[in-house]
């Protein structure tokens, strides 16, 4: 997603992301939301969390044998701020697109 929205800063074809890539935009944003697998889901306040103690999720998680150095559960900053800039994203995309509704839904969740 940050890839789509640096693609339209520097004049990319809006037109591309909608017939191409919006459809699965959507569908990521809203399996963040219902549960995407692996303890990760978007919780009460808008916010990704994380709730498996033992299976590594994010870049920073750090095992050394049954001792977890960096455990995963929780809100961890670097997935939250790729899911702020997601729905900021793919907002702005809807906006673009007269899918005012859309836009402020996500708007209202970041």
Known sequence: MYAV???LRYGGDVG?????LLPVLNEIIEKYRAGA???????GEGLVQIHAPW????????RLGQWVITPPQGRPVCVNALWYNALRTVADVCGR??????A???????
């Open 97 to 102: 697109l007269g899918l005012s509704e859309r």
């Open 104 to 110: 402020e839904e996500l708007l209202s969740l970041s």
């Open 16 to 20: 591309i992301v909608e017939r191409e």
């Open 55 to 62: 299976i590594t999720t994010t870049w920073m998680d750090a």
């Open 37 to 43: 697998g692996l303890g990760i889901r978007m919780d």
């Open 5 to 7: 929205g640096q693609f």
